[in-house]
Each structure stands twice: as structure tokens, then as C-alpha cells.
């Protein structure tokens, strides 16, 4: 279990939720509704994590790549909301404390209690380097994370297959590694035997090192396997859900298969790929993959890890972006969907955009939004019709690929249109004295494979 881990497992096995306070750093290429967006999307994080917020506070700089990221006022007022236990002079904390902005604290805890709500951590809505980390808790006396920190240990506790685990391991081992620190007993203790001449410090680097590279051999054998699985259904129409964390796509998927796939109103409830076949089953199959989904500034290591894991987009024949059209900033959501795309080379294939959630809308608002988006499809999980109707536009698309011929089948090929039937259409079937003639749909591979089939009889 890593230092990250074992931190945030110790604070929020608490009896009571562990206190939260958020720090927003606004700059002139990151600000306004942007940042506001961000920082409501962090809170969401946390609380995914275990964690309450108890407030919030944002400041004004040129960026975020100051020593102690913020400036000494807002540091000391930070440190009155987490206690006073740092470095921060009581006297400056006690100055500042008739200017701390209590409309910036949540409205859940009055003003007359919030000495009673000191917060237990402070989570910053940006990435911190590992001295800013260090050095603002000094200051504070409080454990400090950041917003890339906070996503990696939600990545590590949702994952549940073996693929998703390296992936995740492997990025939060990135992440960790500049972080590691001396132990107490500081750079002059060398270790004896094996390793003579290295500081703790030094050993536990190169352990990092050796876990990374022994996690990156098991992950490319894994990816072989995942990648024999992805060509063997290569040939069958596949669809890929894909989409903003928390827009439904999970529930779409349990809705579109009648599938058990997990479906909460959390953050990264999925995150490994899940393939199921869509239902009422067709014929040929039709394959649903829903995919981990993405969120603002992903962490880049995460990004590159999952690339594998959004392989099944890749190979798709349809991709169904899914949004939650009752989230006002599902635009600039679907702006980070495309991004994450482009990146891992994810182009080409066809596109709907499902508004879902559709039952938390007004008719008025619904019938903007298809004002705005007359392409997209209107949807709610726990309509029955909408289910129906975009089941009937899979199979819609899946059949404008496929080819109808008519083939004949003599009495004497046994087995044959067993296997017709269970990898194609039959649109019409007729029986002769000597032979049966089928007309069938389906892709052009299969008609070739079956025709090679009937030379040889």
C-alpha cells in the first residue's frame, strides 16, 4: 500500500468524515466560470473520497508556481480554518482572522460553529509540485493534497480488474515517486550489505523504479491478452459508450443489455471496460462496451495508462457520447470528452450524442437543447421508449453495413444453416425438393467466409 494511500485510508477510517477545505488558485489562463466549475467538480472528489467539505478559498495569482503556492495573508487565513497547528505565526493568523471571507465557507455550517469544523485536510484544485507540498504543510499542520492525488486514490480504490489495477498502479507509482521523502533520520543513514552507500531515500526510489518496470512487463501481457479478446469480436458491430464521468453511461449500458453493470451517482463508479451484447439480442450480435469516464484535467499519466482500456473506443464501429443534459456545463465536459479522444487517436468511427438524464429537464429546456443539438437523441434511462428507440437506432446503423443475398443451402450441408442462423439475419427462407433458399443479412466477411464454405462441400 502506498504513502498516498495509507495517508488518506488513516484519515477517513475516522469515526466522523474527516473535515475538507478547498483551495481554488485562479490565474489569467484559468479563472471565472471555469474555475468555479472546477472547483464544484473537486468537492464531488472528495466526497467520492470520503471526505466533508467544510469550505471553500480561492485567490487571485499570476500562477501556480509559487514556493508556498499562496500568498502569506491567505496562508495564515487558511491556517485559523485548519487549527493553527503549522508554522504559520499566530500573530499574523490573528490579524487576518477578522478578513477571512465566511461566505466562502459552506452553507451548512454556521458561522458561529466553524471552530468546532476545523478542517482536517486542505485539497487544492490545481497540481502541486512535491517541495509546494511539503511546504505548505509545514505552514499548516494539516495533511495537503492535490487535485491529481485525489483522483489517483479514487482510480486505485474503484479499479477491480486485473488491467485496470496496473494501469492504476503504474500511474499512481509515477505520481508518488518525486514525492517520496527522507525518512527522519535524514541523508547521512546509509544502509549496510546490499545496496552499501545509499540513503533510505535513495532505496526507496530505486524500489519505486523496479515495481514501475516489473508493473509495465505484467501490463503488456495483459494488454496481449485484451487484445486477442478485441480481434476475435473484430468482426461483429460494436458500440462504445463514452462519455463524462457520472453521465449516466453505466445505467445506459444496464438499460441497453439488461446487463448487472454497476450504475451509481458517484464519480468513477466504472472503470474497467465492460463488453456485453446488446439485448434483445440480435443477430449477428451486436457488442456494447462501456468505458472509464473522463473528467478536466486528467492526470496525464492516467491518460496514457488507460489508453489500452479505451482501445475498445478505438475499434468501435459506433461511439455514443453520453452526456448529463441536466449538468449545465456539459459543453465544456463534452470539449474534454473529444479532447481525451483526439489524444489516444480515437477518430473516424460514427457518433451520436445522447442527452441523457432527460427526466430532470423541463419540456421547454429539452426542447432547446434539440434546438441547439437536432443530430443528438433525447434520453432517459427510466423511459422504456427512449430505451427502445435507441436500441432501434443501433441496429438501425449496425444493418446499413450489412449486405442481403440469397444463398442455397442443399439438405445434405449439415449444420450450415444452424450456423446461419446463429451468426446472421434470415430475412426469408424458402424450402425446395433439394434445397433450401435463404436470404440473409449480414457483413460482408461472413457472406465470404460462408460462400468458401459451400465450394467445398
Known amino acids: 500500500m502506498g504513502a498516498l494511500t495509507q495517508k488518506i485510508m488513516q484519515l477517513t477510517a475516522k469515526p466522523s468524515l474527516p473535515n475538507a477545505l478547498l483551495i481554488s488558485i485562479s490565474t489569467p489562463q484559468f479563472k471565472g466560470d471555469e474555475a468555479t466549475e472546477s472547483l464544484a467538480e473537486l468537492a464531488r472528489l472528495v466526497t467520492t473520497l470520503g471526505f466533508k467539505v467544510v469550505g471553500t478559498q480561492s485567490q487571485k495569482q499570476s500562477s501556480t508556481q509559487k514556493v508556498n503556492v499562496l500568498g502569506s495573508g491567505k496562508l495564515a487565513e487558511i491556517a485559523h480554518l485548519t487549527g493553527n497547528k503549522g508554522m504559520v505565526e499566530d500573530e499574523l493568523a490573528d490579524d487576518l482572522l477578522d478578513e477571512v471571507p465566511l461566505t466562502e ?4 455550517i454556521p458561522s458561529d460553529e466553524l471552530d468546532f469544523a476545523c478542517a482536517d485536510v486542505v485539497v487544492f484544485d490545481c497540481d502541486l509540485t512535491p517541495s509546494q507540498l511539503r511546504n505548505v504543510e509545514n505552514q499548516l499542520g494539516v495533511e495537503v493534497f492535490d487535485r491529481t492525488g485525489i483522483i489517483i486514490e479514487i482510480f486505485s480504490r474503484h479499479a477491480r480488474t486485473k488491467t485496470a489495477k496496473l494501469q492504476v498502479e503504474i500511474a499512481r507509482l509515477n505520481y508518488v515517486a518525486p514525492r517520496l521523502r527522507e525518512t527522519s533520520t535524514g541523508d547521512k543513514e546509509r544502509q549496510m550489505g546490499k545496496g552499501a552507500g545509499e540513503t533510505t531515500l535513495e532505496l526507496n526510489r530505486r524500489k519505486v523504479r523496479d515495481q514501475l518496470a516489473e508493473l509495465k ?11 486477442d479478446r478485441r480481434t476475435q469480436r473484430s468482426e461483429l458491430f460494436s458500440v462504445a459508450l463514452i462519455g463524462y464521468t457520472n453521465a449516466g453511461k453505466s445505467s445506459m ?17 466504472t472503470l474497467d471496460t465492460t463488453v456485453r451484447a446488446l439485448y434483445p439480442i440480435t443477430q449477428p450480435r ?8 473522463f473528467i478536466k484535467k486528467l492526470p496525464h499519466d492516467l491518460v496514457a495508462s488507460f489508453h489500452s482500456t479505451l482501445a475498445e473506443a478505438h475499434d468501435a464501429s459506433l461511439l455514443l457520447y453520453v452526456v448529463d443534459a441536466s449538468d449545465p456545463s456539459f459543453r465544456s ?10 489524444e489516444v487517436g480515437v477518430e473516424g468511427s460514427k457518433k451520436l450524442l445522447v442527452l441523457n438524464k432527460s427526466d430532470q429537464l423541463s419540456i421547454e429546456q429539452q426542447q432547446s437543447l434539440m434546438d441547439e443539438f437536432p443530430d443528438a437523441m433525447m434520453t ?21 453495413d450489412m449486405i442481403e443475398e440469397e444463398v442455397v443451402i442443399p439438405y445434405t450441408a449439415k449444420g450450415i444453416v444452424g450456423e446461419i442462423r446463429s451468426s446472421m439475419s434470415v430475412v426469408k427462407e424458402e424450402y425446395e425438393y433439394s434445397h433450401i433458399k435463404l436470404t440473409v443479412r449480414s457483413s460482408a466477411i461472413d457472406l465470404e467466409r460462408l460462400k468458401k464454405r459451400m465450394l467445398n462441400l
Open 380 to 400: 432517459s434511462t427510466r423511459n422504456p421508449d427512449d430505451i427502445s428507440k435507441l436500441h432501434k437506432y443501433i441496429i438501425d446503423i449496425a444493418q446499413e
Open 333 to 342: 465536459q463534452l470539449d474534454v470528452v473529444h479532447k481525451v479522444l483526439a
Open 217 to 227: 512487463r505484467e501490463l503488456v501481457s495483459v494488454q496481449d491478452v485484451m487484445m
Open 253 to 269: 449500458m444496464r438499460a441497453i443489455t439488461g446487463s448487472d453493470v454497476e450504475g451509481e451517482n458517484k464519480l468513477f463508479a
Open 105 to 108: 465557507i459552506s452553507s451548512e
Open 286 to 293: 451486436i457488442l456494447v462496451s462501456d468505458t472509464v469516464g
